[in-house]
């Protein structure tokens, strides 16, 4: 009995062996089939999501709604992709629009927007609030913008495309090929997901490749990997070309280099009879114009007497407008469309009154985070300014932290308004714990290149101080100072039986005297006819748009000719 189990368990196990053997070999064979002949993947992915996607630069770029045949896009998405200066104003609930010569107005659910003040009728709203998201219609902005668009068959997608944008086309070849390997695949392989079927002599996009893959889009905007071996390139380039006809504002100009004195205008205007001559200078910029409350009312000091007397010297007027160097003020009044555009019509009405060449922006004190306002009030000025005829300059300080510098965007104000004026001093301000120069020249030169990292030189401006401090420090380390003018300068030194002498550190001309009764050491910078010819010669050396002076008042004789930018005029032999 033993003796038959025993061979009944022997065949059994051949059997299995054979069996195993068969097995191992189907496998082998069957890795090999999948290694060198994979089967294309059958799953399905979905391109596109939502309704109505857009198409923006080979990608969906989120959803539009279409509704009676207008095509809204979200706000977010032209603020992201199209224009980042598009802004939303919650007070107005108005989506702002500003180009070089325009600002658009657009109400919400309104079927009127505005151009410059002027109304536009349209038989749609132009923007709307969607599901808590704004939407802007497509149609009335392409007249602004370098875009066109398509709405694609089937899928209802948005393609929008830009100016200068290439578009290659092919189509599917016609040759006989498995269904499966027709399929626009979401990587370069037959094992990726795939996206759409492509059918033969189907038309495409093609807009990149991946080793032996084409990636190519349908004509109803679907995309995906295709093999390069089942796509026809065609010689057919498309270029995208989107022109606007360009309304040209014609801005006085001024031969030769900017000569800009601000004339400082506390109470009232100077006398014409009684001012000096000021030969070289070309401009003068009076401080007429404040910001007086929040609700953007202008306090003006303006003088019609003094703009005639200024025009028959041959000089350009450019009115200064100022914040009150008041950071919650300033707030309070730019945070608004409505207020901004209040301060707008002041300026320009003043403008006309006084007849002015030019708005010369003096916004200082701001708070940081409201570095934007400011930007978008000189986006929404300079269109009006410019269709008014009117130059616009704007005053900045070198790059820096604090409430005085942190808040200008300078880049863009650079690329709105015409010139932009580096007030070039007060590297020790009047309540400075140390005694120094109001601008040593190093000091002015090394921010000089800074900013023109960022500003061009043919927009930058030069401003300079017509000033020095007089600084006493007491024994006891007490440090104050007083602003003086030139003549007051040379009055001091004189009366003090002082000589300067040439400060290498600073590149001007310094004193020093102790008065043992005060216990006091006072020292001083010069600003002679030697360091603002060495300013003139820096606004050359870096062929910049001219000098600006602060301010006429402290100015003597020789600080107009030691200032011109032509070189055979009164140039000084430098130390």
Do not use: C
């Amino acid at each position: 009995m033993a003796r038959v189990e025993f061979h009944k368990q022997k065949t059994h196990s051949i059997g299995w062996i054979i069996a195993g053997l068969l097995i191992a070999f189907l496998l082998i064979i069957s890795s090999i089939i999948l290694l060198f002949y994979p089967f294309a993947s059958s799953e399905k992915e979905a391109y596109f999501q939502g309704d109505n996607p857009i198409l923006f630069e080979g990608k969906q770029a989120g959803n539009a709604i279409i509704e009676n045949d207008s095509v809204y896009m979200p706000y977010t998405f032209l603020k992201e992709y199209i224009d980042d200066s598009i802004t939303f104003d919650e007070k107005s609930n108005s989506i702002i629009l500003t180009t070089k010569n325009k600002v658009i107005q657009m109400p919400s659910e309104s079927l009127t927007y505005y151009v410059n003040e002027k109304p536009v009728q349209l038989h749609f709203s132009v923007f709307k609030v969607n599901n808590g998201e704004k939407y802007i219609a497509l149609e009335p902005i392409l007249a602004y913008y370098p875009i066109e668009y398509s709405i694609m068959p089937e899928t209802n997608a948005i393609w929008l495309k830009k100016d200068g944008e290439k578009i290659v086309h092919g189509h599917v070849t016609d040759k006989k090929i498995n269904e499966e390997k027709l399929r626009l695949r979401t990587d370069s392989n037959l094992q990726s997901p795939y996206t759409v079927q492509a059918g033969k002599d189907d038309k495409l996009f093609i807009e990149g490749e991946k080793e032996d893959y084409y990636f190519v889009r349908k004509e109803n905007g679907i995309a995906g990997y295709l093999k390069k071996d089942f796509v026809m390139k065609e010689d057919l380039i498309e270029k995208v070309s989107i022109t606007h006809e360009k309304e040209e504002i014609v801005v006085p100009k001024i031969d030769g280099p900017i000569h800009l004195t601000w004339e400082a205008v506390y109470t009232k205007n100077p006398d014409p009879a009684k001012m000096p001559k000021m030969p070289g200078v070309n401009v003068i910029s009076p401080t007429w114009f404040e910001l007086g409350d929040s609700s953007g009312a202008i306090k003006n000091l303006g003088s019609l007497d003094f703009s005639t007397w200024a025009g028959e010297q041959g000089y350009q007027v450019w009115g200064l407008f100022s914040n009150a160097f008041d950071p919650k003020l300033t707030h309070e009044a730019f945070k608004d469309f409505e207020t901004r555009q209040k301060m707008i019509r002041q300026l320009l009405h003043f403008s006309q009154i006084y007849q002015l060449n030019g708005i010369n922006l003096d916004i200082e004190n701001v708070n940081p985070d409201d570095g934007p306002l400011i930007t978008q009030f000189v986006r929404e000025a300079v269109p009006y300014f410019h269709e008014a005829g009117l130059v616009v300059s704007m005053d900045v300080t070198f790059i820096a932290s604090g409430n005085w510098s942190a808040f200008y965007e300078r880049d863009k104000l650079a690329s709105l308004v015409d010139y932009m004026i580096v007030m070039a001093y007060d590297e020790h301000w009047g309540s400075s714990p140390v005694a120094g120069s109001v601008a040593s020249l190093p000091w002015v030169e090394a921010n000089l290149q800074k900013l023109l990292d960022i500003v061009p030189n043919d927009h930058l401006i030069l401003g300079v101080p017509l000033y020095a401090r007089l600084w006493a420090e007491k024994d006891t380390g007490e440090v104050s100072s007083k602003a003086l003018s030139m003549s007051k300068v040379q009055e001091w030194l004189t009366e003090n039986g002082l000589t300067p002498a040439y400060d290498e550190a600073s590149g001007q001309n310094y004193a020093e005297l102790y008065l043992e009764a005060e216990q006091t050491t006072y020292k001083i910078w010069l600003e002679d006819e030697l360091s603002l010819s060495k300013r003139a010669d820096l606004a050359m050396k870096y062929d910049l748009a001219g000098v600006a002076s602060w301010s006429r008042f402290f100015a003597d004789e020789s600080a107009w000719t030691a200032l011109s930018l032509k070189e055979e005029e009164g140039q000084v032999t430098k130390k």
